[in-house]
């Protein structure tokens, strides 16, 4: 049987006396859209931050491809095809919309690529400048091309993060709540345009995401996630369902 895109085992992450994530294994196949739960603080964010490489985990193991990248910094793990976008915006937001894209596509290309001989060296600007626009059209941003990012409407800022993020060419896609302070419409039609560009790119996407109706809607298989641990993992049928879900969303028992 084919490995999992990603297999995470036995993960455990403290931050002092907090245990912020304990002892989670789940896997991802590839080409799946899997959405993640839990009230605030329940640990999802944590969880990004360990597969990305942002934090170290104290105990367990992440693998990628059949890889073990537990150690790997995450430069690493982007180059590998791991990608993700923040739950506070994090453009770079004096540049135009278009180096946003065009730097995350070349991030190699001018400073790191003579040093390490990378293939993206080859790049050009024009050829750079042709698929940021490509990128860009995908998502409808391309008349913003020379705006400064930070001129975008807030739902346009979280597009082109997303847009930046699929600049890198990933494998895999973590997405933090893109749909947080978007309109219920403009949220499910960002989630399509997700579904759409999955099957595009044959991507694979992990999404937080705290509105009910658009995970239970659009993603197939669910983790829920309460202090730190897996309470569920099922379909929306299964999780909406499951006691403890339930539990954690209503409020302890008295
Ligand atoms: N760098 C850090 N240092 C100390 N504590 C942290 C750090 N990052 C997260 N935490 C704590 O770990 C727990 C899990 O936080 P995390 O941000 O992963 O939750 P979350 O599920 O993403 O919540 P939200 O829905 O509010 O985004 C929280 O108690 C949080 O305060
Ligand atoms: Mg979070």
Redesign the pocket.
Known sequence: MEAPLLQVENLTVR??G?V?LRNISFSLKEGEFLGII??????????F?AISGA?LPDRGKILFQGRDITSFPPHKRARLGIARTF?TLRLFSRLSVADNVKLAEGITYPIYAPILSLPSYQKGERELEESAFKLLKSFQLERYWPRPANALPYGERKRLEIARALALKPKLLLL??PTAGLSHQEAISLIEELHNLRRKFSLTIFL?E?NMRIVMGYCPRIIA?SY?EIIGEGSPEEIASNPAVIEAYLGEKE
């Open positions: 931050f002092g907090l912020a839990g009230p605030n603080g329940a640990g999802k964010t944590t969880l931050n934090v739950q933090d709540e937080i705290h996630l730190g």
